[in-house]
T-cell receptor, first 112, second 115 residues
Framework: KNQVEQSPQSLIILEGKNCTLQ??????????LRWYKQDTGRGPVSLTI?????NTKSNGRYTATLDADTKQSSLHITASQLSDSASYIC???????????FGGGTRLMVKP | ETGVTQTPRHLVMGMTNKKSLKCEQH?????MYWYKQSAKKPLELMFV???????ENNSVPSRFSPECPNSSHLFLHLHTLQPEDSALYLC??????????????FGEGSRLTVL
């Protein structure tokens, strides 16, 4: 069964600190992995997409990594800001058909 | 205008009511989706439409009835819902239904409360 597990479920950090969110998946065969950011009361917005051949990709202060061998991805946030407070959702796509598997998300709170 | 617009943003209804959620996309996409997001649970796919034809229905109860009159509009008709149906309902669109290559663009969601 395809699964996506995210950790931690929730995280509180101080403004200016760094943090790393984890995503482990069992989806096979693998096509790509996306990280979405969902602000409270809003819809998810794509941050980055990782394909099989990519190890690292940055989008401003967000850096995603992918290890396709161990089926793990991480999202690193540098110099956190209050606006980073949101849920971060990992979504994995398999090559078979159109199925997307969603993780349960990590709820990040950045405090001043 | 944002790419995907959902109305209403908030809805409170009794179990015997009939209401509808509306979604409109201005991106020229060919596929539209309804997702349900409950607290502390991953997003659940409810319906997929590609070029106005329903292609997936993930065993959703018949009290939820989708309608896609054209490639830009999607409705979710609600009838005799249960309190456990209270959730955030998200509409999304993508260029085509090959979700493994395309990005999903989500609306802001409709927060539904069933009393």
């Amino acid at each position: 069964k395809n699964q996506v597990e995210q950790s931690p479920q929730s995280l509180i950090i101080l403004e200016g600190k760094n943090c790393t969110l984890q995503c482990n998946y069992t989806v096979s065969p693998f096509s790509n992995l996306r990280w979405y950011k969902q602000d409270t009361g809003r819809g998810p917005v794509s941050l980055t997409i990782m394909t099989f051949s990519e190890n690292t990709k940055s989008n401003g202060r967000y850096t995603a990594t992918l290890d396709a061998d161990t089926k793990q991805s991480s999202l690193h946030i540098t110099a956190s800001q209050l606006s980073d407070s949101a849920s971060y959702i990992c979504v994995v796509s398999g090559r078979a058909g159109n199925m997307l598997t969603f993780g349960g998300g990590t709820r990040l709170m950045v405090k001043p | 205008e944002t790419g995907v617009t959902q109305t209403p943003r908030h809805l409170v209804m009794g179990m015997t009511n009939k209401k509808s959620l509306k979604c409109e996309q201005h991106l020229g996409h060919n596929a539209m989706y309804w997702y349900k997001q409950s607290a502390k649970k991953p997003l659940e796919l409810m319906f997929v439409y590609s070029l106005e034809e329903r292609v997936e229905n993930n065993s959703v109860p018949s009290r939820f009835s989708p309608e896609c009159p054209n490639s830009s509009h999607l409705f979710l008709h609600l009838h005799t819902l249960q309190p456990e149906d209270s959730a955030l309902y998200l509409c999304a669109s993508s260029q085509d239904r090959r979700a493994n290559t395309g990005e999903l663009f989500f609306g802001e969601g409709s927060r539904l409360t069933v009393l």
